[in-house]
Structures are given as structure tokens and as C-alpha cells.
């Protein structure tokens, strides 16, 4: 069920939202070559407790960490491990926080030194298929309205959709209803209403969008190693407009 939040819920959210941007901007000048993964976690984790919040991911549903970490041809749920950074490498952050009991979630990938050519390709058109996906986000369009702008601008860049990874509703629960594909009809779906809060999140590669998940049965890779890219901003959608609940 999909559930439309009041506007002090918003307020949490926005709340929740904040400290998952300041998560962000507090780990950027770490993440450098030499540095583990598992010490930007820790970082992390610190960092939000500091704020009076806790980590959303840690513990859902067995997940044993603070952050996503995935890195180059990992799509999404990446451990930090003891795995240490290299120039021209590309670091793809998720990141939730709870506050009051309302989460935000918000992942950003991040160039490691001096980055390939194609690799800033990838990164500069999975963030601007974000936006092209938020800007959809209106009171009476529908989630396929949203999917399908994703997926149009990807393919107009030649980008591999994800299709078995989606966005979702973002409350109480760091996932909830509704599930918001990368790709899809416009017109379809369910309607967009005021008090909606969700996650956008483009989660798209440089060669084939085929996947397949490691041993640890979390993270996801490309089939092909090819690089993959991961946006993600949470928003509220107000009959004013859109709220980027994990923007500055």
C-alpha cells in the first residue's frame, strides 16, 4: 500500500534527508586512493550516530553494513571490506539514515583520481538521467511517466538499464511502496499524488545491462564487467512541486 505523508512527516523525512547529504559531503575528501572501503563505512557510521540518527541499512534484512559500497563493475550493495581504492577507480556510496523513525536514502557515485573518459561519461548522463526522472514527478503524472524519462535519456546515451533493480517508496520503512523502474510506458503505473515520498534511482552501465550477484548473495555486478553508475535522490511530491528531500 502506498502510503501519503503529512507534512510533518515530510519534515522528518527532510530531516532524515539532510543528515544522508551531509553523510555524503562529509565522506568526499575521503574517498581517495589508499583509503579501505570498510573505513569510509566506519566513517559513515560515526557520522550519523553524530547526528542523532541511526544507519538504515545496517541490519535490513541481514545487510551487514552502514554503507553500500560498490565499486567499478558493482552495481549495488557492495561491502566495504578491506579492499583499498586505486586511482581511476569508480565508487558508488548508498547511503540511509533514520531519524525519528523516517529514513533517507540517497546513493552518488564518485570518481577515485583521475578517471577514464568513459567513465565520466558514464557518471555525468546516469546523474542527469536522475533529473531527467524527477522532473516527471508531479502530482497527477504516473510512476511509468517517471521510468520511462529514465530510460529514454539512457538510451539516447547508449547506457544499459537495470532492470531487475528498481526505486521505491521511501517512509517509516526505507522501502516501501511503490517500486519505481528505470524503464517502462508513460501513462502507466500507479498516479502520482500529493504526499508521495520517493526514491528516484537510475542504476545504469557502460556496456550490458545483464547482471548477476556475488556469493555473498548482496552485491550485484555487471555480466559483462562493464562499469556501472548509481544516482539516487529521495523526494517529496507536493502539490507545490518536488521536494529533493536528500539535496542540500
Given at each position: 500500500?502506498?502510503?501519503?505523508?503529512?507534512?510533518?512527516?515530510?519534515?522528518?523525512?527532510?530531516?532524515?534527508?539532510?543528515?544522508?547529504?551531509?553523510?555524503?559531503?562529509?565522506?568526499?575528501?575521503?574517498?581517495?586512493?589508499?583509503?579501505?572501503?570498510?573505513?569510509?563505512?566506519?566513517?559513515?557510521?560515526?557520522?550519523?550516530?553524530?547526528?542523532?540518527?541511526?544507519?538504515?541499512?545496517?541490519?535490513?534484512?541481514?545487510?551487514?553494513?552502514?554503507?553500500?559500497?560498490?565499486?567499478?563493475?558493482?552495481?549495488?550493495?557492495?561491502?566495504?571490506?578491506?579492499r583499498i581504492l586505486k586511482d581511476g577507480d569508480i565508487i558508488s556510496i548508498d547511503i540511509g539514515a533514520c531519524y525519528k523513525g523516517y529514513h533517507g536514502d540517497s546513493a552518488w557515485t564518485y570518481t577515485v583520481g583521475n578517471a577514464s573518459h568513459d567513465a565520466k561519461y558514464l557518471l555525468e548522463h546516469t546523474e542527469k538521467a536522475l533529473y531527467e526522472g524527477i522532473k516527471q514527478a508531479k502530482v497527477g503524472n504516473?510512476?511509468?511517466?517517471?521510468?520511462?524519462?529514465?530510460?529514454?535519456?539512457?538510451?539516447?546515451?547508449?547506457?544499459?538499464?537495470?532492470?531487475?533493480?528498481?526505486?521505491?517508496?521511501?517512509?517509516?520503512?526505507?522501502?516501501?511502496?511503490?517500486?519505481?523502474?528505470?524503464?517502462?510506458?508513460?501513462?502507466?503505473?500507479?498516479?502520482?499524488?500529493?504526499?508521495?515520498?520517493?526514491?528516484?534511482?537510475?542504476?545504469?552501465?557502460?556496456?550490458?545491462?545483464?547482471?548477476?550477484?556475488?556469493?555473498?548473495?548482496?552485491?550485484?555486478?555487471?555480466?559483462?564487467?562493464?562499469?556501472?553508475?548509481?544516482?539516487?535522490?529521495?523526494?517529496?511530491?507536493?502539490?507545490?512541486?518536488?521536494?529533493?528531500?536528500?539535496?542540500?
Amino acid at each position: 500500500m502506498i502510503t501519503l505523508k503529512s507534512k510533518r512527516e515530510i519534515e522528518l523525512l527532510k530531516e532524515a534527508g539532510h543528515i544522508v547529504y551531509l553523510t555524503h559531503q562529509y565522506l568526499r575528501p575521503h574517498i581517495k586512493a589508499g583509503i579501505k572501503t570498510i573505513e569510509l563505512n566506519q566513517l559513515a557510521e560515526d557520522f550519523i550516530k553524530s547526528k542523532g540518527a541511526t544507519p538504515s541499512f545496517k541490519g535490513y534484512e541481514g545487510f551487514p553494513y552502514t554503507l553500500c559500497i560498490s565499486v567499478n563493475d558493482e552495481i549495488v550493495h557492495g561491502f566495504p571490506s578491506d579492499r583499498i581504492l586505486k586511482d581511476g577507480d569508480i565508487i558508488s556510496i548508498d547511503i540511509g539514515a533514520c531519524y525519528k523513525g523516517y529514513h533517507g536514502d540517497s546513493a552518488w557515485t564518485y570518481t577515485v583520481g583521475n578517471a577514464s573518459h568513459d567513465a565520466k561519461y558514464l557518471l555525468e548522463h546516469t546523474e542527469k538521467a536522475l533529473y531527467e526522472g524527477i522532473k516527471q514527478a508531479k502530482v497527477g503524472n504516473r510512476i511509468g511517466d517517471i521510468s520511462y524519462a529514465v530510460e529514454k535519456y539512457a538510451k539516447e546515451h547508449n547506457l544499459g538499464v537495470v532492470k531487475e533493480l528498481v526505486g521505491h517508496g521511501v517512509g517509516t520503512s526505507v522501502h516501501e511502496a511503490p517500486d519505481v523502474p528505470n524503464y517502462g510506458n508513460k501513462g502507466t503505473g500507479p498516479k502520482i499524488r500529493n504526499g508521495m515520498v520517493i526514491a528516484i534511482e537510475p542504476m545504469l552501465t557502460l556496456g550490458s545491462p545483464d547482471i548477476y550477484i556475488l556469493d555473498n548473495d548482496w552485491t550485484v555486478v555487471t555480466a559483462d564487467e562493464s562499469l556501472s553508475a548509481h544516482f539516487e535522490h529521495t523526494i517529496a511530491i507536493t502539490d507545490e512541486g518536488v521536494i529533493i528531500l536528500t539535496g542540500e
